[in-house]
């Protein structure tokens, strides 16, 4: 009897001491990686016992809810997932550890019509640009793939540039509702969304490939649960959920 009351109170404090161990990280995330994350999130989180605090916003822009802007306002976070461009510029800014930078996920840009609307083909240069002239509405995101898609496809394709930068709100949302006709996204953020009918992904030869990464702020209060965070959402293991969402596995 005495020696079932000492291991029970031995395991008593071991559990006591898993959960002093146990700690919340506070992870900012951007759209292109947030459905991969949303699945991942919680299995790390059974594995380690640590809890996740997330806070959605794009990676650019001028936006309050960016990631840069969260930061300069003197926002906490442990880790930041974005995309990997506007994570170096956050790195050379001194606010990121640069030997923290972990390659995560390719993300390319698709197209969405609204449920129900015909399937346009857009297997070619030819095919896309008659789509996107003919649409009555275009839109695209305030990120990455919107910046490209304002600034360069238009002009590779040889057509004027036409269409609506959407602001915070994810732009099959609004191909769903019938503002636009045809939304122009990364994959990743278009796949989710109820109430459209994913066309598939841009050309290739007129691609935008974004690479997303992750961090760890130079001021972050759980370095070593950050680092093993980003480890395994970075990990073979996780590779198949990455897929799924519709981003490409980094090529190591």
Do not use: W
């Not at 079932?4 to 008593?12: F, G, I």
């Not at 840009?109 to 857009?122: D, F, S």
């Not at 915070?168 to 509702?177: G, N």
């Amino acid at each position: 009897m005495k020696f079932l009351s000492k291991t029970l109170t031995a395991l008593a404090l071991s559990a006591l001491a898993l959960t002093a161990q146990a700690e919340q990280l506070k992870v900012m995330t951007s759209g292109g990686f947030t459905a991969a994350y949303k699945l991942l999130g919680p299995q790390y989180a059974k594995q380690s016992g640590d809890t996740l605090d997330t806070i959605l916003g794009p990676s650019m822009g001028k936006a309050p809810e960016a990631i840069p802007n969260r930061l300069a306002r003197g926002e906490h976070a442990d880790v930041v997932i974005m995309v990997g461009y506007a994570l170096d510029e956050l790195i050379k800014q001194g606010k990121v550890d640069p030997a923290s930078r972990v390659e995560l996920a390719d993300s390319r840009i698709g197209l969405v019509v609204k449920e129900g609307a015909a399937k346009p083909v857009i297997n070619t240069d030819a095919d896309l640009k008659a789509v996107l002239s003919k649409a009555k509405s275009v839109a695209y995101s305030d990120s990455a793939s919107g910046v490209y898609v304002e600034k360069e496809l238009f002009k590779k394709l040889g057509m004027p540039a036409k269409g609506t930068m959407i602001e915070r709100a994810p732009v099959a949302e609004q191909v769903a509702k019938g503002d636009y006709e045809v939304g122009l996204q990364q994959v990743a953020e278009l796949l989710p969304v109820k109430g459209v009918t994913f066309v598939g992904k841009l050309p290739e030869d007129v691609q935008s490939v974004t690479r997303f990464a992750a961090g760890i702020p130079v001021n972050a209060e759980h370095k070593d649960e950050a680092k093993a965070l980003l480890k395994f959402l970075a990990s073979p293991e996780a590779q198949p959920v990455v897929q799924s969402t519709g981003l490409d596995s980094v090529s190591r």
